[in-house]
């Protein structure tokens, strides 16, 4: 079971850091974050690999967001910095077997976290 949350509402330039907590099971070979905003398909934002951390990023976010990863603590995060009124969405971590930026490659889902930026 993944676990996300951190959510809120901040305003344009600002910061959030979403965790997703895995229970009863490690983590698969990738984590990942979608987000979707109203309207809009489900979106590729960044993926991480497990045991070693190699990180994946859509072009949208680069150089502001960072994925990372507790091994200990079971728990992956999103770091965001310098958002933007476009990142406003329900952000959703998950868990896949191999490394993809598609949704239906990913097998297990947090149940979503709002972010939302003022401008």
């Known amino acids: 079971q993944l676990q996300a949350s951190g959510g809120g509402l901040v305003q344009a330039g600002g910061s959030l850091r979403l965790s997703c907590a895995a229970s009863?099971?490690?983590?698969?070979?990738?984590t990942g974050w979608f987000r979707q905003a109203p309207g809009k398909e489900r979106e590729f934002v960044a993926t991480i690999s497990w045991p070693v951390s190699m990180r994946y990023y859509a072009d949208s976010v680069k150089g502001r967001f960072t994925i990372s990863k507790d091994n200990a603590k079971n728990t992956v995060y999103l770091q965001m910095n310098s958002l933007k009124p476009e990142d406003t969405a329900v952000y959703y971590c998950?868990?896949?077997?191999?490394?993809?930026?598609?949704?239906?490659?990913?097998?297990?889902w947090g149940q979503g976290t709002q972010v939302t930026v003022s401008s």
């Open positions: 009863g099971r490690t983590f698969s070979t990738y």
């Open positions: 998950a868990a896949g077997s191999s490394y993809s930026r598609k949704t239906h490659d990913y097998d297990y």
